[in-house]
């Protein structure tokens, strides 16, 4: 009995330093294209007077472009890979062209959208169907950081004039993408990215008549009876990878 334990936990250890001697680091860095989807690519109607008199708190995100790094193992499993990976994206939206041109029109900042989502997941290769063309899968899960940059006059600007700082939020995020590696240094994928539900927080500032902070109102909030606006964000990327 004992000699069979033994031959069993050497046969393991063999096991283990094999797919040690398998696993291969990578890096990788992405380019993407990505069209937001759902409620991200529509306005948020507010009960607050905005810039412009329009109602709009959150307008509708439109095309954007991003970046993203990832650090992974690759394990030989017999019939393809399984890889492991930790990964960050920046993804950056700008507002539809409709409110683009309000806005430059009445010389006001214009709102942008940041995401940066960090996360975990696994991917599946199959290099057992061509030689150097190799289909794969991935599923990640991670949190997602969400950045609104200001809209309105800016604070240097007249006495009287509003504009809108927004308060950044984080949420449970996800992703999941298939695509090919062509040979090992290029991979062309489609991709989900459901980037979680995002509060639309936001003060309002005014400048007094010697150009000094007069007032911040939070909007907004779940205190005093006032409902908490809230966006669902998604996107659909097409992204190039480059490995080494």
């Known amino acids: 009995m004992k000699r069979t334990v033994k031959m069993m936990c050497l046969a393991a250890l063999m096991v283990g330093f094999g797919m040690s001697a398998q696993a291969q680091f990578r890096q990788s860095i992405f380019l993407n294209g990505n069209l937001p989807t759902g409620k991200f690519a529509s306005s948020i109607n507010s009960n607050h007077i905005v810039p412009l008199g329009y109602q709009e708190i959150g307008k509708d995100a439109a095309l954007g472009f991003g970046a ?58 199959y290099d057992e169907l061509w030689n150097d063309i ?7 899960i991670g949190a997602d950081m969400m950045f609104i940059t200001s809209e309105g006059k800016s604070a240097s600007e007249n006495s009287g004039l509003l504009y809108y700082a927004y308060k950044p939020s984080t949420s449970f995020s996800w992703t999941l993408g298939l695509g090919a590696y062509f040979g ?43 409902k908490r606006e809230k966006r669902t964000v998604g996107s659909v990327a097409l992204r190039l990878g480059f490995h080494f």
């Open 68 to 125: 993203g790094y990832r650090a992974s193992y690759r394990f030989d499993v017999g019939v393809g890979m399984v890889a492991p990976f930790l990964q960050a994206d920046f993804l950056w939206n700008m507002i539809g062209s409709t409110w683009r041109e309000k806005y430059m029109d009445e010389d006001y900042s214009t709102p942008t959208y940041f995401n940066i989502p960090i996360m975990a997941g696994v991917s599946y290769l």
């Open 134 to 140: 190799t289909p794969y899968g991935e599923f990640g």
């Open 184 to 226: 090992n240094h290029f991979s062309a994928g489609i991709y989900y990215y459901g980037m979680g539900t995002h509060p639309v927080d936001y003060t309002q500032k005014t400048l007094d008549e010697n150009a000094a902070a007069a007032a911040e109102v939070l909007y907004h909030e779940t205190v005093d009876g006032v």
